[in-house]
């Protein structure tokens, strides 16, 4: 059982920034890797990124890739997702992950309520 709250959403222009983070409570001592999806409106959520917990490897996918870093805080059991250079094909709800596995870009256990992220022209 583990209790993820994302924050960090909002508006933003194409080409500008956001940070999105991740706070994950409960039995956090069980999970083994995180992750961020998201889902646009009318499409099936999609894998972003995923950080292992302890090795601190990372994955994106090819559509973020050079644009958004995922990285973690062990210490606060924060994860965040830097997105740079947003385009409008970004805008989305965007969801935090928590697995006992690696199974990504397939979902772990445990889910957040999901951030909204609009980029705008």
């Known amino acids: 059982q583990v209790q993820l709250v994302e924050s960090g959403g909002g508006l933003v222009q194409a080409g500008g920034s956001l940070r999105l983070s991740c706070a994950a409570s409960?039995?956090?001592?069980?999970?083994?890797?995180m992750g961020w999806f998201r889902q646009a409106p009318g499409k099936e959520r999609e894998f972003v990124a995923a950080?292992?917990?302890?090795?601190?490897?990372?994955a994106y996918a090819d559509s973020v890739k050079g644009r958004f870093t995922i990285s973690r805080d062990n210490a606060k059991n924060t994860v965040s997702l830097q997105m740079n250079s947003l385009k409008l094909e970004d805008t989305a709800v965007y969801y935090c992950n928590a697995d006992r596995y690696y199974r990504y870009p397939s979902p772990g256990d445990s889910w957040g309520q999901g951030t909204q992220v609009t980029v705008s022209s």
């Open positions: 950080v292992n917990w302890n090795g601190g490897a990372t």
């Open positions: 409960g039995r956090t001592s069980s999970v083994y890797a």
